[in-house]
């Protein structure tokens, strides 16, 4: 059995005086992919920013450990110390820095250069389209193309876990199956992936295990084949209907069944 490599435990955390998360807790198990999935404005990406210490005095209620010991309180840098990387929604590149800047700047932690230099090669061994692109300005990419540069910029500080926050927003079908193949080559790399994203049916594809979120709280849990086979997933998030979806729709309009 995997050891759990992080522990999020009844988190809260508010934007101002509006709670966004409440009391949400789950564990990430080494070698493993887990989604967290649900709608725009379910409070996904607040989870990955509350575990990245991107909020300020966050989270305000609740305990984050990795590896067992405590991040929460910790300034992001600390928590990308210890082995955490984050492919943040929208990418987030540095426009006016070349493709091969984006990625040393992903390495700035690191000190020995060697080890720098062969993580470069292996980046463009994976995205042989950043290495055709290295010294074009990253603001001039195409969308698939930034995705690819975000993900291998966050890889290039070699983290034990991966964070992914919508992967797919905004590319076309084609490039999303490309950036869906490209997350179980991570994990095969030895790193645990903890990915947050709308489209459910590719994420339960390579997910070992899922969360459904909504309305800052996770409604459903289990693993990912048992989520794809969850009649109220299936219609609600996978856009499949049963014979009996009308009366569904109805029972899950009225009260909620998980």
Known sequence: MPKPLLQVNNIET???????????????????ITAILGNNGAGKTTILNTIMGLLDDQPDKGTIFFEGKPIHGKDTEAIVKVGIGYVPEGREIFDELTVMENLLVGAYLRGKKKEIEVDLVRMYEWFPILRARKNQLAGTLSGGEQQMLAIARAMMNRPKLLLMDEPSLGLSPLLVQQIFDIIPMIKKEGVTILIVEQNANMALKIADFGYVMENGRFVTSGVAADLRENEDVKEFYLGIKSEVSAKGYQRYKRKRRW
Do not use: A, C, M, P
């Open 14 to 32: 508010y934007y101002d005086i509006i709670r966004v998360v409440h009391g949400v807790s789950f564990e990430i198990q080494e070698g493993t």
